[in-house]
């Protein structure tokens, strides 16, 4: 096998997904498989669908074409907002898409009518991460606008959290959600059906749900750091029941020498900004491995016991290997946080290798269907 390579295991993940799905079935929230971090793998998106995921989300769309060429026929969200440069792109592809601008879902509304087709639309709501999202005010014009336009429908409320301010979901935000689902649809005309989805969030949504948070109006939750890392965002704390360890990056030993663990020299910056002063531990067992920044975010990864990373440069990770002189051509592997894992999966060097047994038994016969959550 190449090195370096990111190992990717199918049937934990497959464990992972079945689990999140089954649980959060009991609060009558469905999963969205979210792809990205994977670069929207077919493998993966087989995988999730198998798994139960009611739709595919993915925030690129070279990466939902990706997925259709591969043959996938499960639904899919756009996650991060059409350009309005893409959006034929975007009905050509997608199912449905979270939006935030009138402007936007207007051009969708033009491109949907040109192919023909129904495009479904989520309007993002902004609840203090100060990432997207519609000012809370704002919802109820947009919502009249969508239901104006031809060949695109209104199907639900969105939100996320936690990304850019790390503003954590609780009862206060996600009952302000709801409260909103609950006001659009009491004001709407009889002859619209209350929306079929609200979609309050991501990965670190999972506490607020488990510690017995008021799910209240929410549906579904778009789900990807916590299938494939097992882990939970806000904390970095596994989920139980969950593999952390579905996915493994390895790279090769280089170079391995005895050497002392202080610098000698006028110490100026490195090329990467300002050196961090090492300590003087005295001689060590030094390697290098074959992968550097341009590969893997290096502060992101966990390297086994007893094997410390000491820096990195664009090409070049530098380890203390403890009490063992680590072989020239030998292997070290380590697990990547999400940071190191898009890092690595958008690398061309870094080898992707996807093992299990549960993706020869993924065929999918799924028939299409204009959009997942059922009542339009
Ligand atoms: C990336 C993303 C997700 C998935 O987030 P995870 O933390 O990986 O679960 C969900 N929704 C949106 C809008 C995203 O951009």
Redesign the pocket.
């Given at each position: 096998m190449s090195a370096p390579r990111i190992e990717i295991d199918l049937d934990k993940i497959f464990h992972n997904a079945k689990t999140l799905v089954s649980r959060l079935k009991t609060h009558s929230i469905s999963v969205t498989g979210?792809t990205?971090?994977c670069c929207g793998a077919p493998q993966l998106a087989r995988v999730l669908a198998r798994a139960g995921v009611v739709s595919l989300?993915d925030?690129r769309i070279e990466n939902i074409e990706r997925m259709r060429k591969a043959g996938i026929n499960t639904p899919i969200t756009l996650?991060?907002a059409p350009m309005i440069s893409q959006v034929d792109r975007v009905i050509a592809v997608a199912d449905i898409s979270?939006n935030t601008e009138p402007d936007v879902i207007r051009a969708l509304s033009v491109a949907a009518r040109k192919a023909g087709k129904q495009h479904g639309v989520i309007l993002m709501v902004e609840l203090g991460d100060l990432r997207e999202g519609l000012m809370p005010c704002d919802v109820g014009t947009a919502v009249q606008i969508v239901r104006q336009l031809p060949n695109v429908t209104f199907i639900g409320l969105g939100a996320?959290l936690a990304?850019r301010n790390g503003i954590s979901p609780d009862n206060d935000n996600m009952g302000k959600l709801s409260d909103l689902a609950t006001q659009i649809d009491g004001k709407a005309d009889t002859s619209f059906r209350p929306m079929s989805v609200v979609s309050g969030g991501?990965?670190?949504n999972l506490d607020w749900v488990f510690s017995g948070g008021d799910i209240g109006r929410i549906s579904n939750l778009?789900?990807?750091?916590?299938l494939l890392l097992g882990c939970d965002?806000l904390h970095r704390r596994p989920i139980r029941g969950l593999y952390t360890d579905a996915i493994r990056l390895t790279a090769e030993v280089i170079e391995s020498k005895i050497k002392p663990s202080k610098p000698w020299g006028i110490i100026a910056q490195t090329t990467f900004g300002p050196s961090s002063i090492a300590q003087n531990d005295g001689d060590i067992f030094q390697a290098i491995l074959a992968i550097g920044q341009q590969d893997v975010d290096p502060s992101g990864l966990r390297p086994p016991d007893d094997i410390k990373i000491l820096g990195a440069s664009s090409d070049h990770l530098v380890l203390d290997t403890g009490t063992t002189q680590v072989r020239v051509g030998s292997e070290i592997s380590f697990l990547p946080d999400y940071s190191a894992l898009l890092r690595c999966m958008t690398s061309p060097y870094v080898d992707k290798a996807y093992i299990g047994k549960v993706e020869t038994a993924c065929i999918i016969s799924q028939t299409r269907k204009l959009h997942p959550f059922a009542s339009v």
């Amino acid at each position: 096998m190449s090195a370096p390579r990111i190992e990717i295991d199918l049937d934990k993940i497959f464990h992972n997904a079945k689990t999140l799905v089954s649980r959060l079935k009991t609060h009558s929230i469905s999963v969205t498989g979210v792809t990205k971090a994977c670069c929207g793998a077919p493998q993966l998106a087989r995988v999730l669908a198998r798994a139960g995921v009611v739709s595919l989300g993915d925030s690129r769309i070279e990466n939902i074409e990706r997925m259709r060429k591969a043959g996938i026929n499960t639904p899919i969200t756009l996650i991060r907002a059409p350009m309005i440069s893409q959006v034929d792109r975007v009905i050509a592809v997608a199912d449905i898409s979270l939006n935030t601008e009138p402007d936007v879902i207007r051009a969708l509304s033009v491109a949907a009518r040109k192919a023909g087709k129904q495009h479904g639309v989520i309007l993002m709501v902004e609840l203090g991460d100060l990432r997207e999202g519609l000012m809370p005010c704002d919802v109820g014009t947009a919502v009249q606008i969508v239901r104006q336009l031809p060949n695109v429908t209104f199907i639900g409320l969105g939100a996320n959290l936690a990304c850019r301010n790390g503003i954590s979901p609780d009862n206060d935000n996600m009952g302000k959600l709801s409260d909103l689902a609950t006001q659009i649809d009491g004001k709407a005309d009889t002859s619209f059906r209350p929306m079929s989805v609200v979609s309050g969030g991501n990965s670190s949504n999972l506490d607020w749900v488990f510690s017995g948070g008021d799910i209240g109006r929410i549906s579904n939750l778009r789900l990807g750091e916590a299938l494939l890392l097992g882990c939970d965002p806000l904390h970095r704390r596994p989920i139980r029941g969950l593999y952390t360890d579905a996915i493994r990056l390895t790279a090769e030993v280089i170079e391995s020498k005895i050497k002392p663990s202080k610098p000698w020299g006028i110490i100026a910056q490195t090329t990467f900004g300002p050196s961090s002063i090492a300590q003087n531990d005295g001689d060590i067992f030094q390697a290098i491995l074959a992968i550097g920044q341009q590969d893997v975010d290096p502060s992101g990864l966990r390297p086994p016991d007893d094997i410390k990373i000491l820096g990195a440069s664009s090409d070049h990770l530098v380890l203390d290997t403890g009490t063992t002189q680590v072989r020239v051509g030998s292997e070290i592997s380590f697990l990547p946080d999400y940071s190191a894992l898009l890092r690595c999966m958008t690398s061309p060097y870094v080898d992707k290798a996807y093992i299990g047994k549960v993706e020869t038994a993924c065929i999918i016969s799924q028939t299409r269907k204009l959009h997942p959550f059922a009542s339009v």
